[in-house]
């Protein structure tokens, strides 16, 4: 306040005591004040202002609350209408003839999601491994900022990515291929030849969650005290042993997290899945089928679904099923990952 | 002593090899995203892809550009943006120093977690719950509101966590000098963060500009640039999505144009969020 050149604090004054003449109710605490220069004194502005910032911290907590409250309300009509079994495990989707069964679109969902982390998890977690343990002070720094760069690219150019290098990959490469090695093998067997599937999902999955997995995993590993490894190397463990028996094992939970973490991410993914995975309703058997995940079902179909009836409470439906699942696998990961890094 | 091969060294040379190539796999396959997305994109754009709207016939291969979705998302993120921050830094203060260490801050945070995780078609879901509710139809308002939604939990997250790890004692000696609460934040934690304030900002920018299923439902898809809130708008995410998945050639060189455009925006945004922390942080006390 002692900033303002005495002009401007005067015309300050000038106009709060004109505006705390027309309100009364908070200012009896500050009128006994001798000096009053503001509206209010300083502590009672510091408690209203107070009740003002408490009122925006509940936000969050209502918000999540009335999003959950709006897609429940929202698909209640499809809940009510048959059983719950009956919509999560129905196998049959023909909203024409009322048939609202989420199962294909669920199998889908794991399908895609199993497979990109079967792909990722490994690597990901030997690249973590590399950059806590052996890399170069110079490689880390480099690496770090790459990390959250890639981890911003948008999905839909991962998308793009997929439509003009996996599938192609995938069609011409990879399911003749793996085809004709594992002719006996129902897992690589299909008759979709396309490209579009749920492989080339997994893929594109894969590398978008790789970022993720990679610096959570890295975070834990470096949470780990060096004297643990210390002490291993101290009894004549090469490396690669203290990886094995000393940071593995204690950083298996933060390890959990990340994979976590990316599995919500994978789980929920829209846009990227949608433009590489075939979109086929039908319960994917093998690889090289096409699926047709939860999330591509409701940026698909939203268009039409008001003009066939419960459609849209299926659909909502639908995205109330995401989001609890990933809410779930969120929230145990976020626990986990806060009782490691200390948060 | 004479060096010898045992099992031992072998498994350490063998796995140290194999992270070796795991990670030349993970950095070369994200640099492949690029390169392809630069090598289709870059003899694809020219002057009129970003400067024009798209002309008649457009999407069979006449004349036009993306000129639409460039604007639409700016002004999508942008908004989005300024009413996410508007809203997390009050929340921000709030969980760092009115409710600093009470369940209602915890609530918070994990609401807001829950929320960062939360796929953003079920906000885009949620929004069109609400618009219907409301009797609305899909515009630049919802859309800007809806990234708002999205993007806040990654403001506030993104600063709090910055904020947590500051000394207490700094915010104490403030009060030992007299200090309420509102001044001690202002001094203190608001200049303190003034360089995450700046990433976060970024960040939040990025994620709402590349985000294309949220704005699916709330923002809808036009090729004008809208000239009031209550017009649906384009986005460069969909316009990538909706060019590339049609048929012709001509309109397919486009889609990769606009991925192009949208990762020279992407990476510009994080460059620059790298920058302007660096330049901020001559006002943090260390």
């Known amino acids: 306040m002692s900033v303002n050149p005495p002009r401007i604090r005067n015309l300050i004054m000038k106009r709060s005591n004109e505006q705390s003449a027309a309100s009364v109710g908070v200012q009896q605490k500050g009128n006994r004040e001798p000096h009053r220069r503001t509206l209010l004194s300083r502590t009672s502005k510091d408690q209203l202002l107070g009740r003002t910032i408490m009122g925006y911290v509940v936000f969050p907590i209502i918000l999540l609350l009335v999003m959950v409250a709006m897609l429940l309300l929202r698909a209640f009509p499809i809940f009510s209408a048959g059983t719950l079994v009956d919509f999560l495990l129905g196998k049959d989707w023909h909203p024409l003839k009322g048939n609202f069964g989420l199962l294909p679109f669920i199998t889908g969902t794991f399908w895609v999601t199993f497979g990109a982390l079967l792909v990722a998890v490994p690597p990901c977690l030997l690249a973590a491994i590399y950059l806590s343990e ?149 319960i994917p058997h093998s690889l090289f089928d096409a699926a047709y995940p939860l999330t591509a079902l409701i940026a698909n179909n939203y268009g039409e679904m008001m003009s066939i009836p419960m459609y849209d409470a299926a659909l909502m439906g639908a995205a109330l099923v995401l989001m609890l699942l990933v809410m779930l696998f969120n929230s145990l990961s976020a626990f986990y990952l806060n009782r490691i890094t200390g948060g | 002593m004479k060096f010898k091969w045992n099992r031992r060294l072998l498994w350490e040379q063998l796995m140290k090899n194999l992270m070796l190539l795991s990670f030349m796999l993970i950095v070369g396959s994200l640099f492949a995203i690029l390169i392809t997305v630069i090598q289709k994109g870059a003899p694809a754009i020219n002057i009129e892809i970003i400067t024009q709207i798209p002309q008649g016939g457009y999407y069979l291969g006449e004349g036009g550009g993306i000129l639409n979705a460039i604007v639409g998302s700016i002004y999508l993120a942008c908004g989005g943006t300024l009413i996410a921050f508007l809203v997390s830094i009050p929340i921000v203060l709030g969980l760092n120093v009115y ?49 708002g939604l999205l993007e806040l939990p990654i403001l506030v997250r993104t600063m709090d966590e910055y904020i947590r790890m500051m000394p207490f004692e700094m915010m104490e000696s403030a009060f030992a000098l007299g200090a309420t609460n509102w001044e001690a934040s202002w001094a203190v934690v608001v200049r303190q963060a003034l360089p995450v304030f700046a990433t976060a900002i970024l960040l939040a920018f990025g994620r709402g500009i590349g985000d294309a299923a949220s704005v699916l439902f709330t923002a809808g898809y036009t090729d004008r640039i809208p000239e009031s809130l209550m017009d649906p708008v384009a986005s460069l995410p969909l316009a990538v999505f909706f060019q590339l998945s049609m048929p012709y050639q001509a309109v397919q060189q486009r889609g990769y144009a606009a991925a192009l455009v949208l990762t020279v925006i992407i990476l510009t945004t994080s460059l620059a969020a790298r920058l302007l922390s660096r330049g901020l942080s001559r006002h943090v006390i260390k």
């Not at chain 1, 490689?139 to 890639?150: A, E, I, N, S």
């Not at chain 1, 749920?198 to 949470?223: D, K, R």
């Not at chain 2, 308002?141 to 990234?147: C, E, H, Q, S, V």
């Open chain 1, 134 to 282: 052996y890399a170069l002070r110079t490689t880390r720094t480099f690496v770090k900022p790459l990390l959250d760069l890639l981890a911003g690219i948008p999905s839909v150019i991962y998308g793009a990515w997929g439509v003009l290098v996996v599938v192609p990959w995938v069609q011409n490469v990879a399911s003749p291929i793996l085809r004709s090695l594992f002719s006996d093998i129902p897992l690589f067997q299909t008759t979709n030849y396309t490209g579009f599937s749920v492989m080339s999902g997994a893929l594109v999955l894969a590398i978008m969650v790789a970022p993720i997995i990679v610096s959570v995993v890295w975070e834990v590993f470096q949470a780990l005290p060096a004297e643990l490894r210390q002490a291993s190397l101290a009894l004549g463990a090469t490396q690669w042993e203290t990886i094995w028996y000393v940071v593995l094992p204690k950083s298996r939970p933060g390890i959990l997290a990340g994979i976590g973490l990316a599995f919500s991410r994978a789980f929920g993914e829209t846009m990227a899945v949608l433009m590489v995975v075939g979109n086929v309703v039908q």
């Open chain 2, 99 to 147: 409710a600093r260490k009470t369940a209602l801050a915890s609530a918070a945070r994990l609401a807001l977690d829950v929320m960062w995780g939360t796929p953003s078609i079920v906000y885009g879901a949620f929004g069109f719950t609400c618009m219907m509710a409301l009797g609305l139809r899909s515009s630049l308002l919802a859309g800007i509101l809806i990234l």
